[in-house]
């Protein structure tokens, strides 16, 4: 039963993905995104904390799809990614919000969904922003994702056939085939804090050390850029 008449409403499926969420940013994200989305999937990528009983916790009354990874598969990105797609397209979505546990759509979404939602685009584009801090996002010639829109919002079409860029890491976090489609780049944007405390960029840079050390999937310039100790930083606006 795929339930897109349910509430008179476009309908939106979250998709993401979580490990070891308890302590950063996931109840921030749910509690925000929760108003907007009609049901869930998750695929929780062998957290050893609290993350599962806090997705639980946090979607309660909302229809909730949740997959146990016994063991993290990051280290091959796209396969991961494959499996997060293939258990929501399973649900028969209407349209699919990805968002990592780390992502936090702006409040003016809210504003705009069901406008959005009942045009023609088949796929919506917002800009990230790398926050730094809670307070600051990072600008220089290694960061500036906020520069360019992204899709984060698409409507699901059964019965096509979806291609991979098939990478171990940065494979994206969607589909290929969503490239073709026609898309509209939108005001609401995405705060991005995975690199808002230094513990967070230290991990992360450790990360990309040990599974791309070679930089054939990123940019090496910018992985060392990572523990840069005065980046530069611009306040956000709301």
């Not at 991961?80 to 349209?95: G, H, I, Y």
């Not at 069901?114 to 917002?126: H, K, M, P, R, V």
């Not at 994702?145 to 019965?159: D, E, M, S, T, V």
Request: proline residues 5%.
């Amino acid at each position: 039963m795929d339930g897109h008449e349910e509430h008179g409403r476009p309908q939106i499926t979250l998709s993401m993905i979580v490990r070891n969420e308890e302590n950063r940013y996931l109840r921030q994200a749910l509690e925000r995104h929760r108003p907007w989305i009609d049901r869930a999937v998750i695929i929780d990528d062998g957290s050893t904390d609290g993350t599962v009983a806090l997705c639980r916790e946090l979607l309660d009354g909302i229809p909730l799809v949740l997959v146990e990874n016994a063991a993290s598969r990051f280290a091959d990105e796209v396969s991961l990614r494959k499996q997060q797609w293939e258990e929501t397209v399973a649900t028969n979505p209407e349209w699919i919000l990805n968002l990592d546990a780390d992502e936090i759509l702006t409040s003016d979404f809210g504003v705009v969904r069901d406008l959005l939602l009942s045009g023609n685009e088949d796929a919506i584009y917002f800009r990230l922003f790398d926050m730094w801090s809670e307070t600051h996002y990072r600008e220089d010639e290694f960061w500036q994702a906020h520069a360019y829109y992204r899709p984060f919002l698409i409507r699901y079409h059964p019965g096509m056939s979806y291609e991979w860029k098939e990478t171990p890491q940065h494979c994206g976090r969607f589909p290929l085939t969503i490239q073709h489609w026609s898309y509209g780049c939108h005001a609401p944007r995405v705060k991005h804090y995975g690199w808002a405390r230094e513990e967070d960029r230290i991990r992360k840079y450790e990360r990309y050390q040990a599974l791309d050390p070679e930089a054939r999937y990123g940019w090496k310039e910018q992985y060392e850029s990572i523990l840069d100790q005065e980046p530069r930083l611009l306040a956000w606006f709301e």
